[in-house]
């Protein structure tokens, strides 16, 4: 079964860098099809309250913001299917993408599919998730303003988050498999010279634990295993956060597009690809920053690149 149509624009993902996108072409009446994927609103929808991005001075629910970006676009004329592309034609034009059973055809195509964490896999990761477990020190840390806080890890990721840390708890562990770190040495000795930061050396985490606060679960200690000697011990502490690296949502892509060593797609200055007509917005391909504001940013980039794509091609 096939979509008979030929789209203007594509776009893969429906977090902050897609629904911009969406929003900016539909006002140029180019009539987006936009596909939500797995994780439909991104990674946004799974955080609480995101007190960072512009506008919202009292801060705002993460998947009511999602709510919204997805009404605006939607408002101009965004059609969004609740489908995931599972694998995209470059090798002939239109663009064939497949998804759901059926096949679409796309002048351009514009991949938001971001990137995901990597987790632990321990026991109350899951039970914790948001309510004292977290990914990004930037968007979370302000919940935790004087308590003490685990970071995991042993680069300049976790680096940076637990130097980050530092300024608003009162105390950071950083929890690391090794006996020494993987970071550059800038980034370590700056940590290793933090007197907020107490390094728990060749460990692991063994289990998030916490209690029952009214209608949601909270993380309030972390238990950990020496590898070496294979001793426990638990760190009294009110949040945990995952720094071990993201994992960018190209896979299905099957090796079509240039990538960096770990996946991440490649652009150049109008956010295009390695093949033309077809752009990356957001974390699929920033491994810097990953935040809202700049996904949306990129997102307004690579459709205001693809509408003139499509101007110059006499496509639309």
Known sequence: MSDTSIRNTVILGTGPAGLTAALYLGRANLAPLVFAGNLPGGQLTTTTEVENFPGFPEGVLGGKLMEDMDAQARKYGAEIEYELVERIEFDARPFTLHAGG?????????????????????????????HGVHTCAVCDGGFYKGKDVVVVGGGDSAMEEAS?????????????????????????????????????????????????????????????????????????????????????????????????????????????????GVFAAGD??????????????????SALEAERYLTRMGLA
């Open 102 to 130: 059926k096949a679409y055809r796309a002048q351009t195509v514009i991949i938001a599919t971001g990137a995901s964490p990597r987790l632990l896999g321990v026991p109350g990761e899951q039970t914790y998730w948001n």
């Open 164 to 276: 980050y840390l530092t300024k608003l708890a009162n105390k950071v562990y950083v929890v690391h498999r090794r006996g020494e770190l993987r970071a550059s040495k800038i980034m370590a000795d700056r940590a290793l010279a933090n007197p907020k930061i107490e390094f728990v050396w060749d460990s692991a985490v063994d289990e998030v634990l916490g209690e029952k606060a009214g209608n949601f679960n909270k993380a309030n200690r972390v238990r950990v295993k020496n590898l070496k000697s294979g001793e426990t011990r638990e760190i009294a502490a009110s949040a945990m956060f995952i720094a071990i690296g993201h994992v960018p949502n190209t896979k299905f892509l099957g090796g079509a597009l240039a990538t960096d060593e770990e996946g991440y797609l490649k652009v150049d200055h109008h956010q295009q690809t390695s093949i033309e």
């Open 284 to 301: 699929v391909h920033d491994r810097n920053f990953r935040q809202a504001i700049t996904a949306a940013g990129m997102g307004c980039a």
